[in-house]
Antibody
Framework: EVQLVESGGGLVQPGGSLRVSCAAS????????MSWVRQAPGKGLEWVAT????????YYVDSVKGRFTISRDNAKNSLSLQMNSLRAEDTAVYYC?????????WGQGTLVTVSS | EIVMTQSPATLSVSPGERATLSCRAS??????LAWYQQKPGQAPRLLIY???TRATGFPARFSGSGSGTEFTLTISSLQSEDFAVYYC?????????FGQGTKVEIK
């Protein structure tokens, strides 16, 4: 059974940093593109970042470029998102998702709240 | 960035009735179009990809159609478990972008 379990969310002050992670199981992690998608409270979905199987290609939405870094550890079946210089508008549930373009499996999400 | 526009924002439908949801892209996405279903407090679930291919676990009452800039999701006979928010998403050009969603509610 495919499982994606996010962790690391919490409350952080504006300008602060946070790292969220995703533990993957039930499939060959190293063979799949992986992504982070976020959803602000009561709002729609936004694709944040995506990373190739070997980590050699990474893509970011403009609103997070230069602040967020997506990475993966294929030996540990783990995906991460390092978030720096956080802003109030980054407050959202962050989902880990599998796949290139369209994602067939999603985690349950971890809530990141940016507030003073 | 490709802008995806869904209509209507809310669709009120009685159980057993047909629901038709629309999605328009600001430029052609060919058939690189997915639909997701999201229920309150849950993660999205992939429902349709390639504009018309149903994902695993969804019954035949769900169907997708269209190509280019105009797409439709049809639920032929709404069941209680189908009341949810539905999002379309293009994946021809990064950044992948979603529509704002259509909420299908009980009439």
């Amino acid at each position: 059974e495919v499982q994606l379990v996010e962790s690391g969310g919490g409350l952080v002050q504006p300008g602060g940093s946070l790292r969220v992670s995703c533990a993957a199981s039930g499939f060959t992690f190293s063979s799949n593109w992986m992504s982070w998608v976020r959803q602000a409270p009561g709002k729609g979905l936004e694709w944040v970042a995506t990373i190739k199987q070997d980590g050699s290609e990474k893509y970011y939405v403009d609103s997070v470029k230069g602040r967020f870094t997506i990475s993966r550890d294929n030996a540990k079946n783990s995906l991460s998102l390092q978030m720096n210089s956080l802003r109030a508008e980054d407050t959202a549930v962050y989902y880990c998702a599998r796949g290139w373009g369209r994602s067939d499996y999603w985690g349950q999400g971890t809530l990141v709240t940016v507030s003073s | 960035e490709i802008v995806m526009t869904q209509s209507p924002a809310t669709l009120s439908v009685s159980p057993g009735e047909r629901a038709t949801l629309s999605c328009r892209a600001s430029q052609s996405v060919s058939s690189n179009l997915a639909w997701y279903q999201q229920k309150p407090g849950q993660a999205p679930r992939l429902l349709i990809y390639g504009a018309s291919t149903r994902a695993t676990g969804f019954p035949a009452r769900f169907s997708g159609s269209g190509s280019g800039t105009e797409f439709t999701l049809t639920i032929s006979s709404l069941q209680s478990e189908d009341f949810a928010v539905y999002y379309c998403q293009q994946y021809i050009t990064w950044p992948w972008t979603f529509g704002q969603g259509t909420k299908v509610e009980i009439k």
